[in-house]
């Protein structure tokens, strides 16, 4: 009965505080890009602690606290200590978060140096994108959801605040806030990958998360379960140029799209193919099957994959 009472009486205490300015002030850092490909700046530092039912690890996430996209410092070294297995010959520089996708930018021998683009317009996975209407509906889960519901137990959150609801996804989330309010100036509603700073709607204050855990149990997720424990956040200045690489996009809503159509179209042309063949029109044969490849090329090439010409 005391745990489902906590988090009514906070509700309740924060709700009769005034929003600080810091809520509804945007930060004076610049945005990102709207384009994939450009010159990219991150003013804030988090040392996260990742532990999964599939990988664990330390990591270094740098926020942009305007438009909340995010980059994975030294990223190859982090993905290896995370389990990721090698690719002979490729080398990843950077990995970035943007509202919807990952860019994941290195060098590879078959492509030279190019940023490869995946979701572009597909959403993320939680705790990669996370929206107002998705922040405002988790806060207004928290009104049926049984705070006796989060998990108990976990290392270092004794005696901080915590939330405990649901997204539209099935994943049960919990947060754990340090006591107070954060100075940091941002109208996105969470800075950071489930740990950083969160809007609190209900309250009208920022928050700092310092434990996150997330349940995918009643989710198709290959991941059942993950929790992060915000270690440092600290500001910093850091720039990331991304202009000398070409862009593939070819794992974007637009690219996939083409491809998808194109194949659907690929058991008609064959049958088509074939009719010539048999009355021995050998040459529409060849012509028909040469555009229907031509134009396959030129989706390649326009979503930035190698063609072999």
Known sequence: ??????PILLVSLLLALPARAEFSTPSSFPPNPASAIGRYGFDLALRIELQSDRASGPLTLLVNSRDGSMA??????????????????LDIHHVLFRAGEFLVCGRHPMVGEACLQIGGGMGLPYGLDIGEAFAREFYESLRWTDQDGAPVGVEGTGGLGFVHGRGSDGTYLTFWFDPGRSTVDTTVPFLGPGVGIAKDYDAGVNRVARHFFVDFSLTDSPVRWAAMQLVDLS??????????YRLIDAFSLPGLGGAIALAREAP?????????????????????AEAYWARVRA???EHGLPTGE
């Not at 500001?235 to 000398?244: A, N, P």
């Open 299 to 301: 989706h390649a090439a």
């Open 72 to 89: 994975l410092d030294n990223p190859h070294a982090s993905l290896w200590a995370l389990g990721m297995e090698d690719i002979p010959g």
């Open 1 to 6: 009965m005391t745990r489902r009472l906590i």
């Open 235 to 244: 500001h910093v200045e850091r720039r990331i140029d991304l202009s000398r």
């Open 268 to 288: 008609a042309i064959g049958a088509q193919v074939r009719e010539f063949e048999a009355i021995g029109a050998d040459e529409m044969a060849e012509a028909t």
